[in-house]
């Protein structure tokens, strides 16, 4: 079992660009969260997905956007990139709402 | 919605000595509350958590507590060795039906010296 997977590792970007980094979940898991973690901070909720919809949502712009696949696996979009959206991203998956492993994060830095 | 403040950022122990972190959390409906481990560069990891039905959990050296009415909990490290050395956080959660999104506190960073 590979655990909770995610991709890429790091990325660049550019002000305004568009980003899309991508999660698998823990195996036998079938929701999946995003967070946000800024340098020095916990991390920050920004949504959770479940069966395909988003079931909640953090205190995030409709900047940030999300998707589930049928395989339970996510995509977590953010455009019109600022610089305030530097920062490690991290997903975590669970069965139902039982206990949330998380992934190795992807380190976005936005120049 | 939940608002969890954590104390100190900061801390320092001599090898042997013991370690504790607090938190605060605001909203009197949550009622599970996990400790999260992040060593530099990876992923947080869960070292213990408490339900709201618990006063106490104990695992070898690491306990927590928790005080309903005044809304707090703590992480004790007991015997900390160097590898104890990482960043903590703190979290709470409603376990409300269709949602388990975790609320986390800013961090403690924990240095063992040896």
């Known amino acids: 079992d590979a655990g909770v997977t995610q991709s890429p590792t790091h990325l660049i970007k550019t002000r305004g660009q568009q980003v899309t980094l991508r999660c698998s979940p823990k195996?036998?898991?079938?929701?999946v969260s995003w967070y946000q973690q800024a340098l020095g901070q916990g991390p920050q909720f920004i949504f959770q997905y479940y069966e395909e919809e988003e079931r909640q949502r953090g205190n995030f712009p409709d900047r940030f956007s999300g998707h589930q696949f049928p395989n339970y696996s996510s995509e977590l979009n953010v455009n019109a990139l600022l610089l305030g959206d530097s920062a490690l991203y991290l997903c975590a998956s669970s069965l139902a709402v039982n206990e949330q492993f998380f992934g190795p994060g992807t380190r976005l830095t936005v120049l | 919605g939940e608002n969890v403040e954590q104390h100190p950022s900061t801390l320092s122990v001599q090898e042997g000595d013991s370690a504790v972190i607090k938190c605060t959390y605001s909203d009197s409906a949550s009622n599970y509350f996990p400790w999260y481990k992040q060593e530099l560069g990876k992923r947080p990891q869960l070292i213990i958590d408490?339900?709201?039905?618990?006063g106490e959990k104990k695992d070898q050296r690491i306990a927590v507590t928790l005080n309903k009415t005044a809304k707090h909990f703590s992480l004790h490290i007991t015997e900390t060795q160097p590898e104890d050395s990482a960043v903590y956080f703190c979290?709470?959660?409603?376990?409300?039906?269709?949602?388990?999104?975790?609320?986390f506190g800013t961090g403690t960073r924990l240095t063992v010296i040896p």
């Open positions: 979290a709470a959660r409603h376990d409300q039906t269709g949602a388990n999104n975790l609320f």
């Open positions: 195996s036998g898991h079938d929701t």
């Open positions: 408490i339900r709201s039905n618990v």
